[in-house]
């Protein structure tokens, strides 16, 4: 495919309730998928109403940004008539896509919303051309891709399956340890079904060995006194890689994390979509910035892998050693307006903020940059030293103009 004949890579962002969807939006997402109040995969999301998936679509589209609705679990005899339901209280918003795993699912969202678009969800497992083709037989529009494949076996894919079928693939977040999500540890352990949305994520919690002989007996899997994270991936990350990713035919490029918070939503969308940019600016004298990476490594992260993409994953994809985030920034705050005579900005407080804090400053449309926080009020314009309510609203003098939706962090100490 020539550059002049590429068609621009989607960037695919989480909105995990209707703060973030819109966040994602302001940030520079092409589509945004959320979750209702039942059936998709991540029951511990804010996820939306009604009233806010309304609010939420129209919001995107006037912006021309695409809304797709996970109905991904594999749904138990309970849930079919609920679902029925519920899909005809929501055949009025126009979504754009519906991602679905279940055939059963599938054929109900058919007999409701028989216009619908399709995605077919990671949880399905389609790693093979011939299943691929089998889906599109079923009117499936696009295949979110298993995770378990490589650039090769993508491009395969590609090749052997209609140019109407869209490929979606992760580009960025938390990796399963089970294949494609499907896992069954959280419902083992402690009874709560991962393809219901009620994962656990015990591959991140801390394990030992014990024989059965020796109940009681904690052995460490590895020789020291920390035990070890043996289910613990690493973080997915593709930001480097957005080239490759568009040779091998993949549509749209996801990012994970619906359950992530604003700030993590701002600083991953925005960090791709200046990749994506870039790299569809001038395909041919690309050149990827660090700057980006530094940008989103400000968010909470684990250490990053390319997962799958380009080879089986090792031991060196693993982090043995903790599940702990990186965090090295707090959000602190969010601007609601500005006024440009004044310099001062109203500002709803995230995390504590005192005066002399050196904080960072970015939004949408522009890099970050720097100041000290000089002049800080309270929302009567009364000064104040420190904001150390949640959501208190603030008055702050900017350096720089600002615009709603900016964001406000400081580097931890």
Request: hydrophobic share 40%; with cysteine.
């Amino acid at each position: 495919m020539s550059f002049n004949n590429m068609k621009k890579l989607e960037l695919l962002a989480p909105a995990g309730d209707l703060e973030k969807l819109k966040i994602a939006v302001d940030y520079g997402a092409d589509a945004v998928y959320f979750g209702g109040e039942m059936f998709s995969l991540r029951a511990g999301a804010g996820n939306l109403s009604i009233p806010e998936i309304e609010e939420g679509v129209a919001y995107a589209h006037a912006k021309k940004v695409k809304c797709h609705m996970a109905f991904n679990i594999f749904a138990h005899n309970e849930d079919i008539e609920p679902l029925r339901r519920y899909l005809k209280q929501i055949s009025h918003i126009p979504i754009d896509a519906y991602i679905v795993s279940d055939p059963g699912v599938i054929s109900i969202i058919k007999e409701i919303l028989p216009h619908a678009e399709l995605h077919l969800s990671t949880q399905a497992n389609m790693t093979n051309y011939m299943t691929a083709n089998f889906w599109h037989a079923q009117g499936i529009k696009r295949l979110v891709l298993a995770r378990e494949l490589t650039f090769g076996e993508i491009a395969e894919i590609r090749e052997k399956v209609p140019e109407t079928m869209e490929l979606e693939a992760f580009a960025h977040g938390a990796m399963c340890i089970s294949y494609s999500g499907r896992c069954l540890l959280s419902n083992f352990m402690i009874d709560r079904d991962a393809n219901r949305g009620q994962c656990a994520h015990p591959c991140r919690w801390k394990y030992k060995l014990v024989e059965e002989k020796r109940p009681g007996e904690y052995y460490p899997v590895e020789e020291d006194d920390r035990g070890t994270y043996i289910l613990n991936s690493k973080d997915l990350c593709m930001l480097e890689h957005i080239p490759q990713m568009v040779n091998a035919g993949i549509t749209s490029a996801k990012i994970e994390g619906r359950m992530k918070s604003v700030f993590y939503v701002a600083t991953i969308v925005s960090a791709y979509r200046r990749a994506i940019d870039a790299y569809f600016a001038d395909p041919a004298h690309y050149q990827f910035d660090p700057n980006w990476l530094c940008e989103l490594e400000k968010a909470s992260h684990r250490e990053f892998t390319t997962g799958f993409y380009f080879n089986k994953p090792t031991a060196k994809d693993q982090n043995y050693q903790t599940s702990a985030y990186t965090r090295e920034y707090s959000f602190i705050g969010m601007v609601k307006d500005y006024d440009a005579e004044t310099k001062m900005a109203v500002v709803e407080q995230r995390n504590k903020m005192v005066v002399g804090d050196e904080i960072e400053v970015f939004g949408p449309d522009r890099e970050f940059f720097t100041q000290t926080l000089a002049v800080l009020q309270d929302e009567d314009g009364q000064p104040i030293e420190s904001a150390p309510h949640p959501q208190q609203i603030l008055r702050i003098k900017m350096e720089k103009p600002v615009a709603e939706k900016y964001i406000l962090r400081k580097k931890k100490e």
